[in-house]
């Protein structure tokens, strides 16, 4: 199965797989379509936000892009 992000989920998967997370004061949903595909991981944050990590398939998907 392919899948296909968009222009600015491609961005932000970039930049999370760079930093090794990324911290948002609310769940997104363009992100929580990143967790269903098993390109990233959520969980609560230590300040009532939502953390998002990537996985190895997120990386690999990442370094596919490049």
């Known amino acids: 199965m392919e899948i296909k992000l968009t222009k600015i989920q491609i961005i932000h998967l970039e930049h999370i797989c760079k930093k090794g997370w990324g911290g948002y004061s609310e769940p997104n949903a363009f ?3 990143m967790v269903v595909n098993g390109l990233l991981t959520r969980k609560p944050g ?14 690999e998907y990442i370094d596919l892009k490049k």
């Open 31 to 33: 992100l929580d379509e």
């Open 46 to 59: 230590p300040f009532g936000d939502v953390v998002y990590r990537p996985t190895k398939k997120g990386n």
